[in-house]
């Protein structure tokens, strides 16, 4: 038995805790609602990790959810789908190791680079959609995937994407099994996550196609910022819109894909499998610009988005007591009031693409 060992045990401490030592923490990279994640690097391999740092306090009662993220993540390996590098665990705190990504996120690289078309928008849509075969093939759900889960592995320009945070991913016992369980984010949740009648698969599929839609017009398809106006704005007779002051570069294919992607009814979508033989996927080649057009709202939407994340990670790191961690102490983030003031006011320009969209034919 080693000295580390003996200690743990003499001190009543899980077996995995001398891994902590193997860690020197850093910055905090986000927050959820269990705990927050940190950039970390690995003393002995010198390699730079992302670790969650989950509350126990804050999970009692749902261990098994932690548990069946870190048994998924186990199952995976996928060149689109973020690596587990190691698990640990302290008296009052869970650490899930991954891989860390630090090229962005999809949005920000978009607006970074100089020119973005549809050849490229098919490039990044397909590693996605990738990732998500595997796991449909896997017979797992992600059920959350959205631009900030969707992340570049490196500041390569050839860098490819990575799909993230398997928190609420759940198995399927059978391809067509249906879950009941509330999951996803408001404006890429499918709207069968917010009915009692379940849903599979075919959420997925949804929110790659929000996704989708997003990335080529620069603005949401939805306007609600409810799950209630959801509701109301999805309906069964819902048909996407595509405005013609952001649409009329973009290739017929491409719409008539999302307009599959968000049909109201999950069984009359396609599937993964099916997205991915969709002539524009295989087939779009078209080199204009998009950038002038998408810029500004994938701009605005994005700076808005980290102000409030923000001070959403400020407040629950407040929240959840971390901040007199000796090894995990934040570093001095903006003023609170500071960061309101920037929120608001990107949060004024997306008020105005919202109604320039209710009026736009």
Not at 194 to 218: A, Q
Not at 250 to 269: H, T
Request: charged share 30%; hydrophobic share 35%.
């Amino acid at each position: 038995m080693t000295l580390s060992s003996l200690l743990n045990k003499v001190a009543s401490r899980p077996a995995s805790y001398h891994k902590k030592a193997n860690y020197e923490f850093g910055d905090a990279m986000g927050a959820g609602a269990f705990g927050v994640v940190r950039r970390a690097r690995n003393i002995k391999t010198n390699e730079d990790v992302a670790i969650k740092v989950i509350l126990r306090s804050r999970v009692k009662g749902k261990e098994d959810e932690i548990m069946s993220e870190l048994e998924l993540l186990k199952q995976l390996h996928h060149p689109h789908i973020v690596t587990l590098k190691d698990y640990f665990e302290s008296r009052d705190k869970i650490y899930i190791v991954t891989q860390l990504c630090t090229g962005g996120e999809l949005f920000d690289r978009i607006c970074e680079q100089g020119s973005f078309t549809e050849k490229a928008a098919a490039k990044m849509f397909r590693e996605i959609a990738d990732a998500v075969q595997y796991l449909h093939h896997s017979n797992i759900v992600h059920r959350d995937i959205k631009p900030e889960n969707l992340l570049f592995e490196s500041k390569d320009p050839e860098s490819e994407l990575v799909l993230c945070d398997f928190g609420i991913a759940r198995p399927l016992h059978e391809p067509d099994e249906l879950i009941t369980s509330s999951a996803g984010s408001l404006g890429y949740a499918a709207p069968e996550i917010f009915s009692s009648y379940g849903h599979g698969k075919p959420c997925d599929v949804w929110s790659l196609g929000v996704v989708l839609f997003t990335i080529l017009s620069g603005y949401s398809p939805f306007q609600a910022e409810t799950p209630q106006d959801f509701m109301s704005e999805v309906h069964p007779g819902f048909t996407v819109k595509f405005h013609t002051r952001y649409w009329k570069d973009v290739s017929d294919d491409a719409k008539d894909l999302i307009r599959q992607m968000l049909q109201f009814r999950p069984e009359k979508r396609p599937t993964i499998d099916e997205v991915l033989q969709h002539k524009w996927v295989t087939g779009a080649s078209s080199e204009l610009n998009l950038l002038p057009g998408i810029k500004p709202g994938l701009s605005s939407r994005a700076r808005w988005r980290l102000a409030f994340e923000r001070v959403r990670l400020a407040k629950r790191i407040r929240d959840l007591g971390l901040e007199d961690s000796d090894d995990e102490r934040p570093k001095p983030m903006l003023k609170f009031h500071e960061v309101v003031l920037a929120a608001q006011r990107n949060k004024d320009l997306l008020t105005e693409e919202s109604k320039e969209q209710s009026t736009d034919a």
